[in-house]
C-alpha cells in the first residue's frame, strides 16, 4: 500500500484464499456481528475520551512536528520492518492497525508514537488474520482521546474524509492532522495483502472501497470518517482506490480478543512460528524449506533445508494453492507455546517424519 503500511505489491494472479482453509486450522465460531456495535464491549470509542498523555517537551526527532489539529485517535505505528498508521479505540490503550505488515514484529519491535508525545512500547494483543486487523495494548495511551464510531454502515456514493498517513520513522514527518474528501465506491469489495516478507498473500473480502484521486500524494492514513465518526480501518491501496474494515468488523475483533479466548480465526496473542521459511511448491507438490532458524523449534526436531513440508497440525500442505492457505500462514496462526504435530520428508533420506514441535513467537521466521 503505497503511503500505508510498508510493504511490497504483487500482482493478483498470486493471491491465497485463506478463509477456508482456516475452518481446517482453527475450531470455533465467529462471533456474531449483528448489534455489537451498538453493545460495545468496555468503553470501545465511546467519543467522550479525556485528553491525551502529557506531550514531552522535545518529541523524537525522528517523529517530526505535528502540524494542524491531530484527529481524535491517529497514533503513529513502527517497527524495524514497516511503519503504518494506528487508530486508538478506547481509553485503555487498545490501537488497530492492519495486521499484515506485523506478521514477523516481537512485542519489543513494535512502537507507538502519538501527537507531539514520547514514543510508547505497544504488545500485540490479539489479530484476525482472514480480515487484515491486529489489536495492539499500548499502557501509556491510557486516557487517550478515541473518536467516536460510525453508528451506521457506510453505503456506495456516501462522502467520506481519509486521513493522512501518520508516516513515523520512515519519511520526513507526520501527518497527525489531514484528511481528504472523497467517495465510498463499493462496500463489498475485496484487496490482497501480503504477509510481511512471507512471499504470500491473505485474499480480504467485505471491504468498503474508497476513491483516492483527492489526496495530494496517493497516500493515506488508516481512518475512513464518516461525518466525523470512524468507519472503517484501511488495509490496503491499489492505484487510485483504498481498501477498509468496516468498524463494525474492527470491534468484533477488539471485542473477542479482549475476551482473552480465540474465536474462530481470532486469536488471542502474538503470531507463532516454526522457526523456518518455505520456497516455491516442489516437483512434488510440497513446500519445501528455504531456511531454518538456527535453535528454533523446526531446527530443534530435525527439519532442515531442502526438507519438504507434508503437514502443520491438522492442516495438509499438499496442495497450498488449492486449500486457499500458505504455510506462512499457517505458522502465523500457531499459538506460541502450545504444540502441534508437524509432518514433513526428509531431503536427504526421502523418508516421512512426524514430531511434536513447540511454536515460537514469530520473529522473522
Known amino acids: 500500500m503505497a503511503g500505508a503500511p510498508q510493504h511490497r505489491q504483487r500482482s493478483m494472479a498470486t493471491w491465497v484464499m485463506v478463509p477456508l482453509a482456516l475452518a481446517v486450522l482453527l475450531a470455533g465460531a465467529v462471533l456474531a456481528r449483528s448489534s455489537l456495535l451498538h453493545s460495545p464491549v468496555?468503553?470501545?470509542?465511546?467519543?467522550?475520551?479525556?485528553?491525551?498523555?502529557?506531550?514531552?517537551?522535545?518529541?523524537?526527532?525522528?517523529?517530526?512536528?505535528?502540524?494542524?489539529?491531530?484527529?481524535?485517535?491517529?497514533?503513529?505505528?513502527?517497527?524495524?520492518?514497516?511503519?503504518?498508521?494506528?487508530?486508538?479505540?478506547?481509553?485503555?490503550?487498545?490501537?488497530?492497525?492492519?495486521?499484515?505488515?506485523?506478521?514477523?514484529?516481537?512485542?519489543?519491535?513494535?512502537?507507538?508514537?502519538?501527537?507531539?508525545?514520547?514514543?510508547?512500547?505497544?504488545?500485540?494483543?490479539?489479530?484476525?488474520?482472514?480480515?487484515?486487523?491486529a489489536v495492539l495494548k499500548v499502557p501509556g495511551l491510557r486516557g487517550a482521546r478515541a473518536p467516536s464510531?460510525?453508528?451506521?454502515?457506510?453505503?456506495?456514493?456516501?462522502?467520506?474524509?481519509?486521513?493522512?498517513?501518520?508516516?513515523?520513522?520512515?519519511?520526513?514527518?507526520?501527518?497527525?492532522?489531514?484528511?481528504?474528501?472523497?467517495?465510498?465506491?463499493?462496500?463489498?469489495?475485496?484487496?490482497?495483502?501480503?504477509?510481511?516478507?512471507?512471499?504470500?498473500?491473505?485474499?480480504?473480502?467485505?471491504?468498503?472501497?474508497?476513491?483516492l484521486e483527492a489526496t495530494e500524494d496517493g497516500g493515506v492514513g488508516q481512518g475512513i470518517f464518516a461525518s466525523g465518526d470512524l468507519a472503517g480501518l484501511v488495509i490496503d491501496q491499489h492505484g487510485s482506490s483504498a481498501y477498509a474494515v468496516p468498524i463494525s468488523d474492527v470491534v468484533e475483533i477488539v471485542s473477542a480478543v479482549r475476551s482473552g479466548t480465540d474465536s474462530g480465526p481470532i486469536r488471542v496473542g502474538p503470531p507463532g512460528s516454526l522457526g523456518l521459511t518455505v520456497a516455491a511448491d516442489s516437483a512434488e507438490g510440497l513446500p519445501s524449506v528455504a531456511t531454518v532458524q538456527p535453535f528454533g523449534p523446526a531446527a530443534t526436531v530435525g527439519i532442515k533445508e531442502g526438507d519438504l513440508l507434508v503437514a502443520i497440525g491438522a492442516l495438509s500442505l499438499d496442495r497450498p494453492r488449492e486449500i486457499g492457505i500458505s504455510p506462512g500462514a499457517a505458522q502465523r496462526m500457531l499459538k506460541p507455546g502450545s504444540p502441534v504435530q508437524v509432518t514433513w520428508i526428509s531431503g536427504a533420506s526421502g523418508k516421512q517424519k512426524t514430531a511434536t514441535v513447540i511454536p515460537t513467537t514469530a520473529s522473522g521466521y
Open 42 to 133: 468496555a468503553d470501545v470509542a465511546s467519543g467522550s475520551g479525556i485528553a491525551a498523555p502529557d506531550p514531552v517537551s522535545a518529541p523524537d526527532p525522528e517523529q517530526g512536528q505535528p502540524s494542524g489539529t491531530p484527529l481524535p485517535g491517529v497514533v503513529a505505528v513502527y517497527g524495524q520492518i514497516f511503519s503504518t498508521t494506528g487508530l486508538v479505540m478506547d481509553t485503555k490503550g487498545t490501537v488497530v492497525v492492519p495486521y499484515h505488515p506485523l506478521t514477523n514484529a516481537t512485542s519489543g519491535q513494535i512502537t507507538v508514537a502519538p501527537p507531539g508525545g514520547p514514543t510508547m512500547d505497544a504488545t500485540m494483543a490479539g489479530f484476525d488474520a482472514t480480515r487484515d486487523v
Open 149 to 211: 464510531l460510525a453508528a451506521d454502515p457506510v453505503v456506495a456514493g456516501d462522502q467520506v474524509d481519509v486521513s493522512g498517513y501518520a508516516i513515523g520513522r520512515f519519511g520526513a514527518g507526520v501527518d497527525y492532522a489531514s484528511t481528504a474528501s472523497t467517495e465510498v465506491l463499493d462496500t463489498r469489495a475485496r484487496a490482497e495483502v501480503e504477509l510481511a516478507w512471507t512471499e504470500f498473500f491473505v485474499d480480504v473480502p467485505g471491504l468498503i472501497k474508497v476513491r
